[in-house]
DNA sequence: CTACGTCGGTTTAACGTAAAACTACGCCGC
DNA sequence: GCGGCGTAGTTTTACGTTAAACCGACGTAG
């Protein structure tokens, strides 16, 4: 009454076992059109599922992808609360599946525990998401996997890099925002690492500032983390600036509680400050008004990230760095100024 | 150069290689403190890490637990996009993980393609979200695993179950509405299946208008899907209908866009609308005006989820059917009316 | 008519781990 | 001084699958 095996189909086709396997996994060279039609009708009354566990023993691969994301810092879970990881993994997983890979998901924490776990699965490529921290690169490089780094600028021939030119986007959207009139743009964003991806937009916000001649003032960087919360506070940071009408969100979660932050200081947008995102979450449409902000097509990039993965597992090559393409998406969170 | 076994320790340590398993699953009568030691310290140098694949295929069990999700009905896709989801996911990663388990995500579409390829890993339980088929019902049935269903009201011994009161939820969140002073209270939603969550939320809110001695009108009832975009679509049905100052909807993200279709007519909430969501995700603080709703601990109930099926794989009995609690967060898409 | 190739298989061995049965040795009680 | 028992292991076998080597029969080229 267990589950039929290799040997069960086998023994109602009255071919041997190896046979079985040889038609089940298309070898068919191997076997005669009448064997097969009799193996696949054993395959099918007996309702013959193939035990991966055994396939991967033998064959020392899973077709399992593992996917890494950082824990939040203070709970131990996963930062699915945040859309952007949320969106990524739904786009990566449909590449994956599309492509006959599964994906196994698992956050990391400070000790790269997880990590370890992961690898006892034999996985056959990962996949890691924001995570920054030195220690887990030497794991990654220990275990010898295909590995996808998203949003990365580490420099290290053992890695796969998918990205965006964060300077060059960075600086579309400062640029959009003195175009429209804004010479005091403040910059909101998350804790600024060397080489990561927010010193590069920091640095295109800076090319922006200089390009059109406008003093780079440091006190308009507001700086703390990638959190809705730290939007909402910061709220009273952009209103203590002098001269300063539009803020840049390094992320459409910042941006969010700025929105917030701001209806509670009893300002109106975009009539005295325009906002601007970076990401282009779903609920950049949600918040109130529609947030004008940067497409970086995340779904996409998740799907580009699977693909990519699938690619290099197939041995077909896949180029070491690839960027997707960004977009300004104008909603309602921006006013043209200095036309009033 | 190739990932240390078993065996490898065992000649590194001089035993044989029984005694490294038994040492590494913790049976140590069955070995010395000196041989403990030389074992773990083995182990160590060795890099040594369990081949999952292979004791899996021994103990017929993977320590996996598969967890199961809609696609979005167009794209082929997880619906993680949809934020209830992924809240829910991430609590069930965590106690999942607290509890020593692994977890695959795997959406299911029409065809439960992707229930077969998650049953080729032997896994050990199942938790399935919002999927309502019954072909689906009668694919897990046949996998005869342990089963948690989440918000479902199948009644089937086989089936462990997860929810809410939704009758008495929906009727509390109607009756504080009415308490506000809207005798006319519309319902927002998605599609009513007989049985499904809806149903029982529908009856919760005709019988706090009926206690309260308002008559029923259908018409007051706007049904559509559980998406953003209905909601913008609901607030013209809204305004449409008489003698309505307010709306029951059973979805935060249906609330979301409620309020931004209320906007966009030049609505005023909570002047002109009182509007109400259900499950109090995090973009519930995000939208404008903060949005006060039923909050049914998404992140909880995930949790809540994973520890009981914890607790099955140990054989801790776990009740057949959990309820979790629900609460009204006040926030600021409501006014008290009459009181003017 | 013999050597070779091809078709349609079968046999053997191996992947890494663990349950179950077995062993060797020392000790203790009577 | 012999049976029984506990300690610290070892040996054997099996899990389901597949790679690699093998095999017999038949056709056919030289």
Not at 181 to 202: K, P, Q
Not at 257 to 279: C, N, Q, T, W
Not at 288 to 298: G, K, N
Request: net charge neutral.
């Amino acid at each position: 009454m267990a589950r039929a095996t290799i040997k069960d189909i086998a023994l109602a086709a009255n071919v041997s076992p190896m046979t079985v396997s040889n038609v089940i996994n298309g070898r068919r060279a191997k076997a005669s059109e009448e064997t097969i039609e009799r193996i696949m009708g054993a395959v099918k009354t007996l309702g013959y599922r193939p035990n991966m566990s055994a396939r991967s023993l033998v064959s020392n691969a899973s077709r399992m992808v593992g996917v890494i994301i950082p824990f939040t810092e203070n709970q131990n879970q996963l930062l699915l609360d945040n859309p952007f990881y949320a969106e990524m993994i739904s786009g990566i997983e449909s590449a994956l599946r599309a492509n006959g890979y599964y994906m196994m998901l698992s956050g990391v924490g400070e000790s790269n525990a997880q990590l370890d776990t992961l690898s006892h699965w034999n996985m056959d490529a990962l996949i890691v998401l924001g995570v920054y921290r030195e220690a887990l690169y030497d794991r990654l490089r220990e275990l010898a996997l295909p590995t996808l780094l998203i949003d990365s600028y580490i420099d290290d021939p053992s890695f796969y890099r998918l990205g965006v030119d964060d300077e060059a986007a960075a600086y579309r959207a400062t640029k959009y925002l003195i175009g429209k009139g804004h010479s005091g743009v403040a910059l909101v964003t998350g804790v600024i690492r060397t080489d990561g991806v927010i010193e590069h937009r920091v640095d295109g916000y800076k090319r922006a500032l200089a390009e059109a001649g406008i003093g780079f003032d440091p006190a308009r960087i507001l700086s703390g983390s990638v959190t809705f919360d730290w939007g909402a506070e910061a709220a009273a940071g952009l209103v203590a600036l002098r001269d300063t009408t539009a803020a840049f969100c390094t992320a459409d979660l910042i941006a969010a509680g700025l929105l917030a932050g701001l209806h509670r200081l009893g300002k109106r947008i975009p009539e005295d400050y325009s906002v601007m995102g970076f990401d282009n979450l779903s609920i950049s449409r949600m918040v109130y008004p529609a947030l004008t902000t940067v497409d970086q097509s995340i779904l996409g990039k998740g799907q580009l990230a699977g693909r990519l993965i699938s690619a290099i597992l197939n041995k077909t090559d896949a180029p070491r760095d690839s960027f997707v393409d960004v977009a300004i998406v104008e909603r309602d969170s921006v006013s043209q100024r200095g036309a009033r």
